[in-house]
């Protein structure tokens, strides 16, 4: 069975279900309230250990009760957490998601004993038997210190970098993720990262500009493509009744990334991913993504031949 290290950030989510955003000094009524793990790198662990790849999990939590729940979430889907750095006197990180009726979302994010997580908590040991690294952090220092480990090792890596590193440019950007096997992004992201009006004029900065091997850009419900040794492939979405796209991304990552462990071709990657993210999007919370076969039923009960 293939296994990946995920780095990055674990918090525990809490969300909220409502149509309208209250102003100053003003309230709304929520339609639903809901909670769970979260965090992007820890969502990522959680949704490939369901396609049936080993996962271990590097980030930080505080000594607080959201943090021991956290932990016990992760270790309970088989997640690996020998490796989380317990952090004394820091609260853990909280997300509080506000979730649209028509499944988009806004997030208020503290991000507490994520910060605390160093390069240094970073070692060759905690890397050592995986075959993939992957980074969900836009920290340049973590997602440097990770590509360093992993080519000297000889281990393949993806990097998410969010919101957080497109918004430090292409100058640094370019820099942290040269050398990358896969970058993944979502369109938002492209734009503000190659200063572009729409995703085509940022898909060719970015082709030209990102030296990794793949460049995944997820459209939302429009799927996804990738830039690959100068050829373009896109693959459209499925599209079923959108619930909460919170951690669609991370699940999109994630079966992308057991695609390529288990040898499937691009297109198949991206199919079978667009699959993965489809269904977790038609449920509630970040870590409602599906089970290996469960993507491939739904895959059958199409038509596909995979
Ligand atoms: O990618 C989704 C995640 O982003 C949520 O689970 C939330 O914790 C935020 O970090």
């Given at each position: 069975m293939p296994s990946v290290a995920s780095i990055g950030n674990l918090n525990y989510d809490i969300y909220l279900k409502t149509p309208e955003l209250p102003g100053l000094d003003q309230s709304v009524e929520a339609l639903e309230l809901y909670t769970g793990g979260g965090g992007s790198a820890a969502n990522f662990a959680v949704a490939i250990t369901r396609l049936g790849v080993r996962a271990k999990f590097i980030g930080a939590v505080g000594d607080d009760f959201l943090g021991d729940i956290a932990l016990r979430d992760l270790a309970s889907e088989g997640?690996?957490?020998?490796?989380v750095k317990k952090i004394k006197g820091m609260r853990s990180g909280v997300v509080v998601v506000l979730v649209h009726p028509d499944g988009g979302k806004r997030m208020i994010a503290y991000r507490g004993a994520n910060?605390?997580?160093?390069?240094?908590?970073?070692?060759g040991e905690a890397l050592a038997e995986v075959d993939h690294v992957h980074v969900a952090s836009g920290r340049v220092e973590i997602i440097l210190r990770a590509k360093e480990l992993a080519k000297e090792m000889g281990k393949s890596i993806s990097v998410d970098g969010g919101t957080a590193l497109a918004k430090k440019g292409l100058e640094v950007a370019s820099k942290a993720l040269a050398g990358v096997d896969v970058v993944f992004m979502n369109q938002a992201e492209a734009r503000l990262l190659a200063e572009a009006k729409d995703h085509r004029e940022a898909l060719d900065v970015i082709a030209k500009r990102i030296e990794a091997k793949e460049i995944v850009v997820t459209l939302g419900d429009k799927g996804a493509l990738a830039i690959s040794g100068g050829e373009f492939i896109y693959v459209d979405a499925f599209r079923l009744q959108p619930v909460d796209t919170t951690g669609a991304g991370d699940t999109f990552a994630a079966a992308y990334i057991s695609a390529r462990l288990r040898g499937r071709s691009l297109y198949e990657r991206l199919l079978f991913a667009n699959a993965a993210a489809s269904l977790k999007v038609?449920?509630?919370?970040?870590?409602s993504s599906p089970k290996y076969e469960e993507v491939i039923y739904f895959l059958r009960s199409l038509g596909y031949k995979i």
């Open positions: 997640v690996d957490v020998s490796s910060m605390g997580l160093s390069p240094d908590d970073i070692g038609s449920r509630p919370g970040a870590r």
